[in-house]
């Protein structure tokens, strides 16, 4: 398991390249561990190349706070872009992420941590969840270099389905504010695509939204 030693959310796939990283050594409940200065795609290559004793067989990244749907999240995922990095070098991936009430997420930010309700409600479906994910995705359906983005509902849903979605042409624009003369990242704009069949449509009947990304795709065909 590696970690990024602090919060990079929103940095995609975006690597270090001129500053030196360190790698410390952890435990997270008892399991051995690394704590990294970088990226999530730092973490991944470290690890894959360099920390651990043999490349492993697949990359799982997440479970990330809030969901990671539509083209242009998806390209800003730092989640995803630990899953990216791994196919790079022809290593399936799972990326997870937990959609959130706007009022579970603002208090996430605020303090970082869940009130005890929320942390109880996504620990218990959690825990239904991911195995019902990994039993079906791991087994039969990973591709070398191929990432399945899982998205998971919002807890108050007893029961969802796991549907196989395409990604929705979700996009946003602004991403900073003005304070004083500098600037701080706030994401005012954006256009949520809630047609049929998308991630995020799929996300609000309840369900778990499924999107393969293909990174062999990219040269056409």
């Known amino acids: 398991m590696a970690v990024p030693a602090a ?21 997270i409940q008892g399991v051995p561990a690394w704590k990294i200065t970088g990226t999530p795609a730092d973490c991944t290559n470290l690890a894959m190349h ?48 937990q959609e959130l009430e706007r009022s579970d997420f603002i208090h996430w930010n605020n303090h970082r941590k869940f009130t005890k309700r929320t942390h109880s409600l996504l620990k218990e479906r959690l825990s239904q969840l991911i195995p019902q994910v990994w039993e079906r995705f791991y ?47 706030a994401l005012n704009d954006a256009t949520i695509d809630d047609t049929v069949g998308t991630d995020n449509r799929t996300l609000k009947d309840g369900n778990i939204s499924a999107t393969l990304l293909d990174i062999s795709d990219f040269g056409g065909r």
């Open 139 to 185: 087994s039969s359906k990973l591709g070398e270099r191929t990432t399945w983005n899982i998205n998971f509902p919002l807890p108050k849903f007893e029961h969802s389905d796991i549907v196989e979605t395409k990604v929705g042409q979700s996009y946003y624009e602004s991403c900073f504010e003005e304070k004083g003369d500098m600037f701080e990242f």
């Open 50 to 97: 360099k920390l651990m004793p043999q490349r492993p067989d697949i990359v799982v990244s997440g479970t990330n706070v809030g969901k990671n749907v539509g083209a242009g999240f998806i390209f800003a995922s730092g989640t995803i872009g630990a899953c990216l990095e791994a196919n790079i070098s022809g290593i399936p991936a799972i990326a997870l992420s």
């Open 7 to 27: 919060e990079q959310s929103w940095k995609g796939k975006a690597m270090t390249r001129k500053t030196l990283l360190d790698a410390q050594e952890i435990l």
